[in-house]
């Protein structure tokens, strides 16, 4: 089975800092997503990636930025952390061509005050 | 117009009974079509993939509806498991998937 691992499930940070969330997947996809989840909502698409080094924006990526230096890592950046990303953050990944779904790492829950 | 729609519920449905849930999109270049399944505090799993011809897995059925822009999820003999959200989900286009915002569904005893 695919894992995609979130470096923490649960993370609260204070206005202004700088935060890092990291995910990892263990099956070789080209394929790496972010999305933050609210209640309302739903699933909304920050960054993607394709290949590393390569990145698209989403549909809100505002405030955030990303790093793929290894394909096996994703990692999302707020560069100033503000109240409005209180957020479920959600790492996915796939394989080329999107015809079998996402996984979907546990998520990480940041809270920032 | 949001890209995926779905009715949020809550569908409220006793053990054992049948309960199907639509979905609309608006992109239709659309290609590929998921439901996926969440439970509360817990990440969204692949519940099953939706083909063109309709597919069945177990007490689930998904349909999809080119012509009309619409998939459906029926769940017979409903388990109090099958509490959860369900997400419909929709690709083509670009390379990420779109999901809806979720219809939440709560089987009782």
């Known amino acids: ?32 997503f972010w999305y933050r989840q609210d209640p309302g909502l739903g699933l909304r698409l920050i960054y993607f990636s394709y290949d590393v080094k390569m990145k698209e924006k989403g549909d809100i990526p505002e405030g955030y ?15 100033s952390a503000s109240t409005n990303q209180t957020s479920m953050y959600l790492c996915a990944s796939t394989a080329p061509g999107q ?6 790492g546990s998520g990480t829950r940041l809270t920032v005050v | 117009r949001k890209e995926v729609e779905q009715d949020p519920g809550p569908f409220n449905v006793p053990e ?3 309960v199907a849930f639509n979905c ?8 590929s079509f998921f439901w996926y399944r969440q439970d509360c505090r817990k990440e969204p799993k692949l519940l099953m993939s939706v083909y063109s011809s309709g597919n069945e897995d177990g007490r689930f059925t998904a ?14 003999d409903s388990k109090l498991s099958d509490s959860a959200t369900y997400l419909c989900v929709v690709g083509g286009g670009r390379r990420a998937l779109t999901f809806g915002s979720g219809t939440r569904l709560q089987v009782q005893p």
């Open chain 1, 1 to 32: 089975d695919v894992k995609v691992t979130q470096s923490s499930r649960y993370l609260v940070k204070r206005t202004g800092e700088k935060v890092f969330l990291e995910c990892v997947q263990d099956m070789d996809h080209e394929n790496m």
């Open chain 2, 16 to 18: 054992g009974a049948t």
């Open chain 2, 63 to 76: 349909q999809l509806n080119r012509a009309s822009q619409y998939i459906s999820l029926l769940i017979r």
């Open chain 2, 24 to 31: 609309t999109y608006s992109n239709s270049a659309s290609q």
């Open chain 1, 65 to 79: 930025s990303v790093s793929r230096e290894k394909k096996e890592r994703f990692s999302l950046i707020l560069e």
């Open chain 1, 99 to 104: 015809l079998y779904g996402y996984t979907f």
